[in-house]
């Protein structure tokens, strides 16, 4: 009998961001980075045994060293804080990618994380290899034009966080359970509705409601130059499906995959789960496997993709925003480890090891 692969661990740190808050941080697993913006609702303790997160973040964990952490007002970092707004959010994310020592990574995002990540990726395309979204919006719902009635259901949720968010009655909660996950197992719902509870308070929902319905980086999306997968449930009721649509038109060259659930958040029983789950390990690098790509580092891994998508030296330069020497000094690394002397036979061995399956 094979033995059971031990269950991946994590450890909790805690780093400063730019105005004094301290955010609390997590990694899990090993390999090359992949970092999840920190949303509302998030506690990377609680969370790592979730019936609802489980699946997904040892999932995760299991080809990269995965980093997550907790959004300011929310879960282990501090709580009682003074802003909460996009731009606040985007230092924290600078302050968690530099505490954790990551120089390229790949970023994901989900929900309210999604105009956060697009903000982070235009102005920092140095940082951010690949662009994974799902569920997102890139709009808050104030910026979209609502309705009279639209504008007094905002206003009616935002009230319902404010009145029953802490109660022992988890009656208030279940609205937003309902829609965050219709098609969730009564353990699931239970996890939801007492996570709801545990990570934030009635006041700082209220805060994040109120804060995520003002975003708006339409522009900012424009500018996003890395390539980007952008995913969405087909029936959810928490982001409309057409704003899943317009954002992946918005980015260019975006891939735009609809996902069979009416779940914001994805769970481990449902079809669109597998798929979703497929779509992103398509889509990020290839990790390097055992023999001569086992050495590489990240981002020579990054190169050996854009060799094997039959990429020259200048269109690499370009993507990556390297000098061509640059270029030329890690190729002539990448062949001496893989033990080749040109490019065609180096492009055989990483075709054959899985790089190279995205168009350029």
């Known amino acids: 009998m094979v033995p059971a692969m031990p269950a991946p661990s994590q450890q909790i740190r805690f780093c400063t961001s730019a105005d004094g808050v301290r955010i ?122 609502p309705s009279p009635q639209e504008r007094e259901d ?9 009145i029953g968010w802490g109660k022992d009655d988890p009656a208030y909660r279940q609205f937003f359970t309902t ?24 006041a700082n929902a209220a805060r994040f409601m109120r804060a995520a319905s003002e975003v708006d980086v339409t522009e900012l999306a424009r500018q996003v130059r890395c390539p980007t997968l952008v995913t969405h449930s087909k029936s959810e009721m928490r982001v409309p499906f057409e704003e899943g649509r317009r954002l992946a038109g918005l ?4 891939r735009f995959e609809p996902v069979e659930s009416r779940n914001h958040v994805l769970l481990d029983h449902e079809p669109g789960w597998a798929q979703w789950l497929a779509a ?39 993507r990556l925003e390297l000098s061509d020497k640059t270029v030329r000094n890690h190729i002539t690394s990448i062949f001496a480890k893989l033990e080749v002397d040109n490019r065609a036979r ?12 995205r168009a350029p």
């Not at 905002?154 to 404010?162: G, N």
């Open 154 to 162: 905002i206003e009616a949720q935002i009230k319902l966080a404010e």
């Open 251 to 254: 980015i260019p060259g975006a």
């Open 24 to 145: 609390a941080y997590a990694t899990s697993g090993s390999g090359p980075p992949l970092v999840k913006v920190g949303t509302w609702m998030t506690h990377v303790e609680l969370d790592w045994e979730s019936s609802v997160w489980r699946p997904l973040l040892r999932e995760l964990s299991r080809d990269h060293t995965f980093f997550r952490y907790d959004a300011r007002g929310c879960g282990l970092s501090d709580r009682e804080v003074a802003d909460i707004s996009l731009e606040a959010w985007v230092r924290d994310l600078e302050a968690v990618v530099d505490a954790a020592g990551i120089e390229r990574f790949p970023l994901l995002a989900f929900s309210q994380g999604g105009a956060i990540a697009i903000a982070y990726a235009a102005r920092h395309p140095e940082r951010v290899s690949h662009l994974a979204l799902h569920g997102v919006f890139y709009r808050g719902r104030l910026r979209r034009d």
């Open 280 to 318: 992103v390990r398509d889509f990020l690098p290839a990790v390097p496997g055992s023999g001569p790509f086992s050495g590489l580092t990240p981002r020579e891994a990054e190169l050996v993709e854009l060799i094997a998508q039959g990429l020259d030296n200048a269109q690499i330069a370009a």
């Open 179 to 202: 829609q965050f996950i219709p098609d969730s197992t009564l353990e699931q719902q239970r996890w939801w509705n007492e996570l709801q509870r545990a990570t934030i308070s009635p």
């Open 346 to 357: 180096a492009i055989v061995l990483a075709r054959e090891a899985g790089f190279g399956k």
